[in-house]
Each structure stands twice: as structure tokens, then as C-alpha cells.
DNA sequence: TCACTGAACCCCTCGTTAGT
DNA sequence: ACTAACGAGGGGTTCAGTGA
């Protein structure tokens, strides 16, 4: 028993013919047939019922399918192992997340990167914007996601998707929200962020825009804790879109329905390691699952039309 | 008519052996 | 220890036949 068989045996099961496995795996039919054949004298177990219509899986051929994908799977896994070492692709890969996994696509990133290069080791760390940008320049990170405008020279960056954000109030606070202006909005008091979260620097600007500053009271660094603050009624936030609707559902928050800013997710890498396999394979999976993601969508548009 | 099997033949791969 | 030549065997193809 051989790989080849066991690839033969698979493809005939998928296709339920020994024609159209022939045809797949680039074969004359009775190479195919031969192959089955064998398999099955060695194992002693009849794997296909034959039929006029074509090849039928018996039950013990069902079971043994499963092992047969298992052991095929196994070996791929043996040669994109050896790929990456031969590559040269192993080591240590830091990568620098903001926000919650979901928003930024990690379990499809991280997915990515190791069935690609399973020779590398994936280490994340969690901060805030600013920081993920300064431990970049420190040469600590090999890329990162951020938030909001890059304008260092030295930073190349992927936009990912748009980030819609908006400003919410606590539950309770309806009435005095409901109909007001920025100038009242401006005197109610403010949860802010640090000065390294980019979402310092869009409420800066966004109440820049009208003339005013925001009355901070506290700044906190977790969006989690930033909701729970809103919630408990301490102030107002600036607020992911998807968060705040959600927040709002559960009645533990109010949307001002005027305060609506728009920003954009980034990937973010040293200009300057461009080159270097370990960004390259981070920068390619980044772009793969972003634009796989995009195409699930477009074909999900596409069924609901049709 | 379509799908699988069997027979005959061909070619390539791999193991063995001999020479350097 | 390495290389080249040789032969056996495995796996391929084509063609003819069988069965539902």
C-alpha cells in the first residue's frame, strides 16, 4: 500500500467512477482499476460495490476513506513541513493585535500562516495602536494591526476594512442626549482612551472639527472596560459600530445618532523589511485572508440575488 | 450505451553488480 | 566510495470483451 493508492482510492470514492477518477488523476481507466484492485487484494476487503453505473463505496470502504483522507492529510502536513524549512521560514513571528480577534480576522491570519509556514512560531501581543506602532520602529514586532491614519514614512501599511464608529451614551441618559448638540455633547463628561489609542486622536479631531475638546474624566485602554464604563453610567465614548449596536440592543447604551466617524483598519510593517521572508509571508497571508474574505462575501451577495 | 475487467505490450524506475 | 550499465518488475497504455 502506497500514498499513490491511497490518493487513487480517495478520488475514486469522491467521483463514484473509475472514469472520471482516471480523467482527475490524469490516468487511463485501467490503471485506476488496477490500482483499486490491488489495494483491496492487499487488504483483503472489498472497498467498492461495481456497478454499470459506476463505483459504489461498501461500508468497510466508507470507514477506511476516512483513515485513507487522514493519512494523505498527514502527508502533505510531512511536505509543507520540509517546505518551510527548506525555505528557511522558521523562527519566532510577532505580531501586534489591537481590539478583539474577531474584527481583525486573527483565527483565519494565524490558520493561514501556519499551514503555510509551519516551521514558524506565531506569537501575538495585545496593546493599543500607538504602541503596536512604536514596538514596530523598536524592531520588536514583525507587523501589527492598527487603527486610523499612518503617516511615518518608515511604516508600509495594508488597509483591511473600514471602521465605522460612533459616540455612545449610558442607557439612562436618553433624554439628555436625545436632541443635543455638539456643544452639549462636548460638556457631558467623556471616557477617553490614551493618547497612544488612535481612538484619542479621531475624538480629538472629530470635536476639533466643531471647536471644542471633550470634557475627560477618565481613560481607560480596554474597549471591554470602555463599554462597562458607558454601561455604568460614568460618560460618554467613542465607540466601534458593531459594539455600540450590540450594546445598544441589550439596552446598556444609547447611539447620538449625529456622531458618526469613519476610520480604517491597517496591517501594519517596517518599509525597510519588506524583504524579509518572515514580513513577506506575514504580508501575503494578511492580503489572502482580507481578499478571501472579501470574495466569501461577493459570492454570498451573489447566491442571495440569484 | 456506459462502465469495469483482462490481456498484451511498452517504458521507466530501482536494485544489483562491476569497474574505477 | 562513487559511477555506470544492466535486468527485473511495477505500473502505464491500448484494445477487446463482458455485463447491466
Sequence with gaps: MDLTQLKTFVTVAEEASLTRASE?????????????????????????????????????????????????????????RALSFRDGLSGECNIGTISEPVMLRLSELLSSLMDLHPGLSLRLSQSISGTVIDQ????????????????????????????????????????????AKWEDIARLPWISMPKKCSFHQITANMFARHGLSPSSVVAVDQETTLRKLVASGIGLALMREDVALDAEAKQELVIWPQGTETSQLHFIYLRSEAQSPIVQALSQSVQTVWQLAEQHADSTLSLKAS
Excluded: C
Aim: no cysteine.
Design 136 to 179: 514596530l520602529l523598536e524592531g520588536k514586532l514583525h507587523g501589527g494591526y492598527v487603527i486610523g491614519h499612518i503617516d511615518d514614512a518608515r511604516i508600509a501599511s495594508i488597509p483591511v476594512r473600514p471602521i465605522t464608529l460612533r459616540i455612545v451614551a449610558p442607557f439612562n441618559w436618553l433624554d439628555k442626549i436625545s436632541g
Design 24 to 80: 482527475v488523476l490524469f490516468l487511463s481507466q485501467p490503471a485506476v482499476s488496477a490500482q483499486i484492485k490491488a489495494l483491496e487484494a492487499e487488504l483483503g476487503v472489498t472497498l467498492f460495490q461495481r456497478t454499470a453505473r459506476g463505483m459504489t463505496l461498501t461500508m468497510a470502504g466508507n470507514v477506511l476513506k476516512q483513515d485513507a483522507m487522514r493519512a494523505l492529510d498527514a502527508a502533505k502536513h510531512v511536505f509543507s
